[in-house]
């Protein structure tokens, strides 16, 4: 994830948009998702990490 997470922020600069590292919420130190946001199945997202998301764009927004 951590190599997307640089080209998508190297594209959204590159082409003058911003960008928002929504992913820097959701990991633990070890850069994995933390336990407390992942769904049964150990890989997608569950419903409290969406609402950690929603908080930190509402958060971070550059239109606020």
Do not use: M
């Amino acid at each position: 994830l951590d190599k997307i997470n640089v080209w998508a922020k190297e594209v959204a600069l590159d082409n003058g948009l911003p960008y928002l590292d929504v992913q820097s919420i959701l990991k633990d130190s070890n850069n994995a998702l933390k336990q407390e946001y992942a769904a049964e199945d150990g890989y997608h997202l569950n419903e409290d990490a969406y609402s950690e998301i929603i908080k930190y764009i509402r958060t971070h927004s550059i239109y606020q």
